[in-house]
Structures are given as structure tokens and as C-alpha cells.
């Protein structure tokens, strides 16, 4: 599932910063994730890269909107640039996808 971004946001950046798939950006009142971009990491870490870096832990995933393995790593290969090396499915491990935990 995407990430959700809750009220509790003091607009700091920095997970916007951090997002390989520039899907947070400023919102009217918080910042917000562009579900149609966040391919949960899938294919890069086994961990939201944003959530980390959030210093009021306002970044929670998103529960309505689940997602299959096979489809975030569909996003990341179409969202990241072709230099960025992404596994194959099946070579997806810990490190590289929440899944695999
Ligand atoms: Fe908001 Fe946290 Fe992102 Fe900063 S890191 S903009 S507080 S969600």
C-alpha cells in the first residue's frame, strides 16, 4: 500500500527529499503522496525511504490501498530512471522489498 502523510505534518521536506519516485510534494495544508507514484520502495529497499526521516512520524501507510509485489515493482521500473538498476521479481530479498520480511 502507499503512504499517507497525516495531519500531524509540520511541512519540514524532508520526505520529499528523500522519495526516489518524487511522489510527495506540498499540499494546501500538509504534504501529500501521489499514490499513482509511490511504489513503496519496492525494488530499492525493504523500507519506506520517507518514513525514516519524518521528525513527527506523520508518514503511516495507507491501509485502503493495497498493492501487489509484482505491481509496485511495475511503478518503480516505469517511474525510475533506466540507469537505476531494479531486480527482477523473483530476486527480490529483505533488502530490497518490505515483502520479503
Ligand atoms: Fe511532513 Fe514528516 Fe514529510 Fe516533514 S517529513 S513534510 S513533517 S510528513
Given at each position: 500500500m502507499p503512504v499517507k502523510i497525516g495531519d500531524m505534518?509540520?511541512?519540514c521536506g524532508a520526505?520529499?527529499?528523500?522519495?526516489?519516485?518524487?511522489?510527495?510534494?506540498?499540499?494546501?495544508?500538509?504534504?501529500?503522496?501521489?499514490?499513482s507514484r509511490c511504489f513503496e520502495c519496492v525494488g530499492l529497499s525493504g523500507e519506506f525511504l520517507c518514513a525514516p526521516v519524518c521528525p513527527?512520524?506523520?508518514?503511516?501507510?495507507?491501509?485502503g490501498a493495497?498493492?501487489?509485489e509484482?505491481?509496485?515493482?511495475?511503478?518503480?521500473?516505469?517511474?525510475?530512471?533506466?540507469d537505476r538498476k531494479i531486480p527482477a521479481?523473483?530476486?527480490?530479498?529483505?533488502?530490497t522489498s518490505r515483502f520479503r520480511k
Open positions: 505534518c509540520i511541512s520526505c520529499a527529499e528523500e522519495c526516489p519516485a518524487g511522489a510527495v510534494s506540498e499540499g494546501p495544508e500538509v504534504f501529500v503522496v501521489d499514490a513527527v512520524q506523520a508518514i503511516v501507510p495507507d491501509e493495497a498493492e501487489t509484482a505491481r509496485l515493482l511495475e511503478k518503480a521500473a516505469s517511474i525510475l530512471s533506466a521479481l523473483e530476486a527480490l530479498t529483505e533488502a
